[in-house]
């Protein structure tokens, strides 16, 4: 019987561990992410352009600058269009199974998906075949959360 009670209280503790998936962000040390740049003004304003930090939300672990009220209220109704893809690291890395830093300028939207990049010459790499590289990388992402994620 204590066995099982033990097995039991194991389990539970367990629990809350095997419940939450993991996940996997390219943050700076404060948790900030994508370099203090508003995730909503990659797609109204097809540039990356600094936040602010008194209008920081954090979502997922992660914190967000925007530069309006606005774009912070865009970002709270619907934080998967705007949140960057594959957390945020360079897609073509991921691609090829690794994760590898951005440079924000070297961003674009791919399917609606906001794509970051190392740098504008990888993403002349990737977009050589766009449509084939995004599919590489869909596939190794889970991989490399569960590999590397928290």
């Known amino acids: 019987m204590k ?3 033990l097995a039991f209280a194991l389990a539970l503790l367990a629990w809350p561990a095997l419940a939450q ?3 996997l962000l390219n943050l700076d040390k ?3 992410a994508l370099q203090g740049h508003d995730p909503v003004a990659f797609f109204t304003d097809n540039k ?3 936040g ?3 209008l920081g939300l954090r979502h997922n672990g992660a914190l967000y600058y925007f530069t309006t009220r606005e774009h912070r209220d865009q970002f ?3 934080p998967a269009k705007y949140e960057p893809a594959f957390g945020g690291y360079c ?3 991921v691609s090829k199974g690794k994760l590898v830093e951005i440079d924000v300028d070297a961003f674009q939207i791919v399917d609606g998906k906001l794509l970051l990049q190392y740098s504008k ?3 002349a790499d990737f977009n050589k075949d766009s449509k084939g590289n995004l599919v590489k990388a869909e596939a190794n992402w889970p991989a490399l959360v569960e590999k590397k994620g928290k």
């Open 21 to 23: 998936p993991k996940s």
């Open 3 to 5: 066995k099982l009670f």
């Open 76 to 78: 709270k109704a619907a």
């Open 91 to 93: 897609a073509f890395g």
């Open 30 to 32: 404060s948790g900030l």
């Open 48 to 50: 990356p352009v600094k």
């Open 52 to 54: 602010k930090p008194e």
């Open 121 to 123: 010459g990888v993403r």
